[in-house]
T-cell receptor, first 114, second 111 residues
Framework: KAGVTQTPRYLIKTRGQQVTLSCSPI?????VSWYQQTPGQGLQFLFE???????NKGNFPGRFSGRQFSNSRSEMNVSTLELGDSALYLC?????????????FGPGTRLLVL | DQQVKQNSPSLSVQEGRISILNCDYT??????FLWYKKYPAEGPTFLIS?????DKNEDGRFTVFLNKSAKHLSLHIVPSQPGDSAVYFC??????????FGTGTSLTVIP
């Protein structure tokens, strides 16, 4: 099976712009989660989608939003970019069966805000 | 509020020796724990996991130990190899929907 794919891999934007990142989960996986990784902060949870519904949301401002399509692909949008939004954005997918499950990560999108 | 903590940002170990990476958590409701390995410019890769009903899980050179009373888990790598040099993240979940990650420990295995 193909792994989780994310596009684009790298992105440079300026303050005030908006950006959309895309994630295609592993075939058959219905849960998609998004994380922000910055140096020293580990992986900070943004939100999780399952069957086109946001099930969980982390502690990020409303400028960060997402959605999931019927084919489980997901997009993440950040509006009014700030310098502090520069980070690696990771997407992870899982089967979302009851009980324990494992998240599988994509390579990430590195966003630089100038 | 960091519910999963990795208090050692870095660790250096000689090749062939044991690497021990530690992780502490605060939420007693967590029932599933995972370790991920991350190389630069790549996403984290799943390494090994353990359910709260167990106290040990082994997979080749990798063993994870869970001490629920201390809310502590550790990853043992024996023997350590230079290719193990990476950043290791521990993660925990109680619903399978939201995962909480530590800040990572950078392991360097010295040849």
């Amino acid at each position: 099976k193909a792994g989780v794919t994310q596009t684009p891999r790298y992105l440079i934007k300026t303050r005030g712009q908006q950006v959309t990142l895309s994630c295609s989960p592993i075939s058959g996986h219905r849960s998609v989660s998004w994380y922000q990784q910055t140096p020293g902060q580990g992986l900070q949870f943004l939100f999780e989608y399952f069957s086109e519904t946001q099930r969980n949301k982390g502690n990020f401002p409303g400028r960060f939003s997402g959605r999931q399509f019927s084919n489980s692909r997901s997009e993440m949008n950040v509006s009014t970019l700030e310098l502090g939004d520069s980070a690696l954005y990771l997407c992870a997918s899982s089967l979302a069966r009851d009980g324990q499950e494992t998240q599988y990560f994509g390579p990430g999108t590195r966003l630089l805000v100038l | 509020d960091q519910q999963v903590k990795q208090n050692s940002p870095s660790l250096s170990v000689q090749e062939g020796r044991i690497s021990i990476l530690n992780c502490d958590y605060t939420n007693s409701m967590f029932d599933y724990f995972l370790w991920y390995k991350k190389y630069p410019a790549e996403g984290p890769t799943f390494l090994i996991s353990i359910s709260s009903i167990k106290d040990k899980n082994e997979d080749g050179r990798f063993t994870v130990f869970l001490n629920k009373s201390a809310k502590h888990l550790s990853l043992h790598i024996v023997p350590s190899q230079p290719g193990d040099s990476a950043v290791y993240f521990c993660a925990a979940t109680n619903t399978g929907n939201q995962f909480y990650f530590g800040t990572g420990t950078s392991l360097t295995v010295i040849p």
